[in-house]
């Protein structure tokens, strides 16, 4: 009784405020976590998001410019989580945090990558012209990634970390073994063909991909 007393706190917290603090996030998410563990096959997927450039923004453009910027950025994430019915908390000046429970990987980052985008453009929207700032995303998934709430956060954080490594302005995976994004890319005869010679080679389809990269970027070596 007590544990759904405090998922059901939460929830109504959430409700009121849709943006939770740092720590009233992390206990959501050890909330949900616990409650997803009732359920066969649950998934509870973390998408970190990080402004980029802020730092520059208020450096040359002055503070008012930054608030700006992480104002545009929450009120879109409200309307995001609003709609989405997703728990939002902002874990930092300029980072925050959503919790998707029951959604899978490959939704979950096709979903991030148009937030990008929306935030790119609300953001864009509130600056003045030669203004700019953009957002980076990190997405982490229980099971993929992790099997407690601390190491999902530390997985998103990796995949934030690839986002920004990639130039920012992007959307980041922690690597796994297990998963193909097949929704972009690959044609549907491409990715017949790649299942296929897994299944004969008995690997999975992740480390066909990373050889073939591997000897593509071989032969560009060469010349």
């Known amino acids: 009784m007590a544990r759904a007393a405090t998922v059901k706190d939460l929830r109504s ?82 980072e925050f945090a959503l919790l998707a429970p029951g959604l899978g990987v490959e939704p979950a980052f096709l979903r991030a990558d148009a937030l990008r985008r929306d935030l790119d453009a609300a953001i864009a929207k509130a600056l003045p012209r030669g203004q700019r700032c953009t957002v980076s995303v990190g997405v982490a998934n229980i099971p993929r990634d992790a099997k407690l709430p ?13 986002a920004k490594e990639q130039g920012g302005d992007s ?12 929704s972009s890319y690959y044609s549907a005869a491409q990715l017949a063909r790649l299942k296929s010679l897994a299944e004969r080679k008995k690997t999975k389809e992740a480390v066909l991909l990373r050889e073939a990269l591997a000897e593509l970027l071989r032969k560009y070596d060469r010349e």
């Open 13 to 94: 917290r959430t409700e009121k405020d849709f943006c939770l603090s740092g720590p009233a996030f992390t206990a959501a998410l050890a909330a949900r976590w616990k409650e997803s563990r009732e359920r066969a096959e649950s998934q509870l997927t973390l998408l970190l998001l990080d402004l980029d450039n802020l730092h520059g923004l208020n450096t040359t453009h002055g503070r008012e410019a930054g608030d700006r910027a992480v104002g545009a950025a929450t009120a879109e994430l409200v309307r995001a989580a609003k709609r989405e019915s997703w728990t939002l908390g902002r874990t930092g000046g300029d």
């Open 150 to 162: 601390e190491d999902l956060l530390r997985k998103a954080d990796l995949a934030l970390y690839a």
């Open 171 to 182: 959307v980041g995976l922690t690597p796994g073994e297990d998963m193909v994004l097949k």
